[in-house]
Nanobody
Framework: QVQLVESGGGLVQAGGSLRLSCVYS??????WGWFRQAPGKEREFVAAISWSGGSTDYADSVKGRFTISRDDAKNTVHLLMNSLKPEDTAVYYC?????????????????WGQGTQVTVSS
């Protein structure tokens, strides 16, 4: 049974940092991704990392500020978020692909976590 459990969300001031974590279990995956959804908006792609860890992708809105990484020893994928802005406020979701597909497309992910709230105050 696949399980994805996110943690690390919270309230932070603009310019601050947070590190989200997603512990995964149940099987092997080809791609891990982070998405976010703000109130009244569509769920959008944030970042993704390949099974090898050697390939990453980022949304333009977070490039240079966010970093995705994996710790295979702990079955965990992290999203380090620096220089946070109020527009980064959203529920952040961890997701995985079993087979390699389009990383930025939320419909190409097979399993999702429950989400963790990130709130950035101005």
């Amino acid at each position: 049974q696949v399980q994805l459990v996110e943690s690390g969300g919270g309230l932070v001031q603009a310019g601050g940092s947070l590190r989200l974590s997603c512990v995964y279990s149940g099987r092997t995956f080809s791609t891990w991704g982070w998405f976010r959804q703000a109130p009244g908006k569509e769920r959008e792609f944030v970042a993704a990392i390949s099974w090898s860890g050697g390939s990453t992708d980022y949304a333009d809105s977070v490039k240079g500020r966010f970093t995705i990484s994996r710790d295979d020893a702990k079955n965990t994928v992290h999203l380090l978020m620096n220089s946070l802005k109020p527009e980064d406020t959203a529920v952040y979701y961890c997701a995985v692909q079993i087979k390699i597909r389009v990383r930025g497309d939320k419909y190409d992910y097979d399993y999702w976590g429950q989400g963790t709230q990130v709130t950035v105050s101005s």
